[in-house]
């Protein structure tokens, strides 16, 4: 199975996203880097993305392929 992006994260009850593992990802605005135990809410923005909401995106969709 291929390794996906939300696998490297831990979503929290806040809504906000932790990173549990160093990844390296390529998104559209670029390749962004995160390190362990950064923390992105839902308003957070890095690197010119708001990475909270782009993995809730990326969650849902993998929530709505797996069934």
């Known amino acids: 199975m291929n390794k996906r992006i939300t696998d ?3 979503r ?3 809504g ?3 990173c549990v593992e160093a990844a390296s990802f390529d998104h559209p605005s670029g390749r962004i880097h995160f390190s ?3 923390v992105f809410g ?3 923005t890095f690197m010119g993305v708001k ?3 782009w993995l809730d995106a990326l969650a ?3 929530r709505m392929s797996d069934g």
């Open 12 to 14: 929290e009850a806040d």
């Open 36 to 38: 362990v135990n950064a």
């Open 60 to 62: 849902d969709a993998r």
């Open 16 to 18: 906000s996203w932790t």
């Open 51 to 53: 990475v909270a909401k």
């Open 42 to 44: 839902p308003e957070d």
């Open 8 to 10: 490297a994260f831990r």
